[in-house]
C-alpha cells in the first residue's frame, strides 16, 4: 500500500525557531512536493522537487527552504518561523508518467502553530 | 499553467447524483485533468483523472466535451460520507507540477 509519511501530525513553535518539517515515502517516487493549506485558500505549492539535490520554488517560496539528501526523504525547513506560517503543511509524491495516470498520494499532513 | 474556476459550494441529499463543474478554458493540449476528494483533517485522495470524452470508476465518471474547456465530475448515489472538498487539476506532469485551486466545497445532508 502507498505511504508518504509526515513526521509530526502536530506541532507548536515559537516565532523566531528553526522548524524542520519531515516526509518519508516509500514507493521509490521521484517527485515530492511541499504544500500548505489554509482556510479559503486551498493548496498552495511552496517547493518541489523532481530528484535528489534538485528543487523548485512553487507559488509561495518565501520564508521557506527544503533539502533532498534522499529519493525517500524531502524536508521542509523554516528557518525563522513567524506567526504568519501557521497553516496546515501537507506533503505529496508522485510518479511522473507522460500519457500514463499520474497520481499524487498526500500525507496526512502536519499542523503547525506558531506563538 | 491552466487555471480552474469550480463553484466554492455544492449542497445536495442522499441518495442523489452530484455533478461538479469545473471551467480550464485555456487548457493546454498536453494537459490531463486530475480530480481529487479532501476531507477534514486529512490529505487529498485521488479520485479519477482522463484526457477526454468520458472515464468512469468505482467512484465517480468525469464527463470531458470535444474542445475540453470543462469537466464535470459525477458522483451517484451521494452519501453523507461523501461531505467533502473537490478539487479540479490541469496539468501535464513531468513538464508541470499540478495546481490545486479552492475547490468545492460538497454538503451532503441527510
Known amino acids: 500500500d502507498v505511504k508518504v509519511t509526515q513526521s509530526s501530525r502536530y506541532l507548536v513553535k515559537r516565532t523566531g525557531e528553526k522548524v524542520f518539517l519531515e516526509c518519508v515515502q516509500d514507493?521509490?517516487?521521484?517527485?515530492m512536493f511541499w504544500y500548505r493549506q489554509d482556510p479559503g485558500l486551498g493548496l498552495r505549492l511552496i517547493y518541489f522537487?523532481?530528484?535528489?539535490?534538485?528543487?523548485e520554488k512553487g507559488d509561495i517560496p518565501e520564508g521557506y527552504s527544503v533539502s533532498r539528501e534522499k529519493k525517500e526523504r524531502f524536508s521542509l525547513i523554516l528557518e525563522s518561523a513567524s506567526t504568519n506560517q501557521t497553516s496546515m503543511y501537507l506533503c505529496a509524491s508522485t510518479v511522473f508518467r507522460v500519457g500514463g495516470q499520474n497520481i499524487q498520494y498526500f500525507g496526512a499532513g502536519t499542523r503547525l502553530s506558531v506563538l | 499553467l491552466a487555471k480552474t474556476t469550480q463553484p466554492i459550494s455544492m449542497d445536495s441529499y442522499e441518495g442523489q447524483e452530484v455533478n461538479i463543474t469545473c471551467s480550464h478554458n485555456n487548457i493546454a493540449t498536453n494537459d490531463y485533468i486530475t480530480w481529487y476528494q479532501q476531507f477534514p483533517s486529512q490529505g487529498p485522495r485521488f479520485i479519477i483523472q482522463?484526457?477526454?470524452t468520458k472515464v468512469t470508476n468505482e467512484v465517480a465518471s468525469l464527463f470531458i466535451p470535444a474542445d475540453r474547456k470543462s469537466s464535470t465530475l459525477s458522483l451517484p448515489r451521494v452519501s453523507l460520507s461523501d461531505t467533502a472538498v473537490y478539487y479540479c487539476l490541469v496539468g501535464d506532469p513531468p513538464h508541470t507540477p499540478l495546481v490545486f485551486g479552492k475547490g468545492t466545497r460538497l454538503s451532503v445532508i441527510a
Open positions: 482522463g484526457y477526454k
Open positions: 514507493m521509490d517516487h521521484e517527485n
Open positions: 522537487s523532481y530528484d535528489v539535490k534538485m528543487k
